[in-house]
């Protein structure tokens, strides 16, 4: 599944930030990565997986965070809003309805 930029457009932190979730994706072919920039301080990602059914969020937390950890570390404080979820838990989740119907920024 080809990560998506759910809204907006890339720019090059948002194409930095893919480089380091293909490598996730290519570990985790079924998880869906949708990510997109919020305002020019903030890129909200989030990672649907089956795998992360049953995890606790810090272990799903630690797991995506070694592949972030290749990013500067300007690239990585850009991702304000990391979601985590397994599908069971995308129709339930308040993070996930903020990533789905966003509250405008004030920027």
């Known amino acids: 599944m080809p990560i998506n930029i759910a809204r907006g457009h890339s720019d090059e932190g948002?194409?930095?930030?893919?480089?380091?979730?293909?490598?996730y994706e290519a570990d985790?072919?079924?998880?869906?990565?949708?990510?997109?920039?919020?305002?020019?301080a903030s890129v909200r990602v989030r990672i649907i997986n089956p795998e992360f059914a049953g995890r606790s969020k810090i272990?799903?937390?630690?797991e995506v965070g070694r592949?972030?950890?290749a990013l500067s570390a300007?690239?990585?404080a850009d991702i304000s809003t990391l979601i985590l979820l397994a599908p069971e838990e995308a129709g339930t989740s308040l993070a996930n309805i903020e990533f789905e119907d966003p509250v405008p920024s004030i920027l």
């Open 14 to 23: 948002i194409d930095r930030i893919i480089g380091a979730l293909r490598i």
């Open 28 to 40: 985790h072919p079924g998880a869906r990565i949708d990510l997109y920039r919020h305002d020019p």
């Open 59 to 62: 272990d799903r937390s630690h």
């Open 67 to 69: 592949y972030l950890d």
């Open 74 to 76: 300007d690239d990585e």
